[in-house]
């Protein structure tokens, strides 16, 4: 029998694969265009106020990622839905924690620092003499999102705040949702 060669095991904190994470840090860093990023989303009318969005791939420094998965949204039945999924309100709170919680989860790990638990819950109201055109002076969306992150682990209250602090300075939807972004919409009707 011949030994086979021993591989060595990932160094992974927190479900996160902290040698993987570093290579594309590398690579980011040695070349700026790997670290360019292309996301995309079609979404299509389901009937009633029902909506598929379906995501088939995404770009990560120059080349396609296939990738296939479907959301489905409605409305609430009070707001002239089913009520069978998540509205887009819920699903744009859920994509802000989530996105998030990944940089959370990272920040700790690169860290050393090992999770116990982590939860994060957000909420915002949103006026609909806005949405329905009531009243042209109420906003249609969020003026305001208040979020609160519960987290237990290793880390000390120090490092955890350390580690809140980067969450906000990097995460992407943080910065989506705390700013402005340009919307480019195009029109085509067939």
């Given amino acids: 029998m011949v030994a086979q060669p021993k591989t060595a095991e990932p160094n992974v904190v927190n479900g996160i694969n902290l040698d993987d994470l570093f ?4 690579r980011v860093r040695r070349d700026a265009a790997k670290s360019k990023t292309n996301w995309r989303v079609t979404t299509t009318w389901q009937g009633q106020t029902r909506s598929r969005a379906q995501i088939e791939g995404f770009g990560i420094g120059g080349e396609r990622v296939p990738r296939r998965f479907s959301i489905d949204i409605d409305e609430p039945s009070e707001l002239g839905g089913t009520n069978r999924f998540a509205n887009p309100q819920e699903h744009l709170l859920a994509a802000l924690n989530a996105c998030m919680m990944v940089g959370y989860v990272a920040q700790c790990a690169v860290r050393g620092i090992t999770l116990e ?12 003499r806005g949405f329905l055109g009531v009243d042209p002076t109420v906003p249609p969306g969020y003026e305001n ?10 880390g000390t209250k120090e490092e955890f705040a350390e580690i809140h602090e980067a969450v906000m300075a990097t995460s992407p939807n943080f910065y989506n949702v705390s700013r402005p972004v ?9």
């Fill in 117 to 128: 638990s982590l939860e994060i819950q957000t909420d915002g109201d949103i006026d609909l």
């Fill in 145 to 154: 999102l208040s979020y609160i992150v519960r987290i237990k682990g290793s």
């Fill in 182 to 190: 340009a919307l480019k919409p195009t029109l085509v009707v067939e």
């Fill in 23 to 26: 290579a594309l840090i590398d």
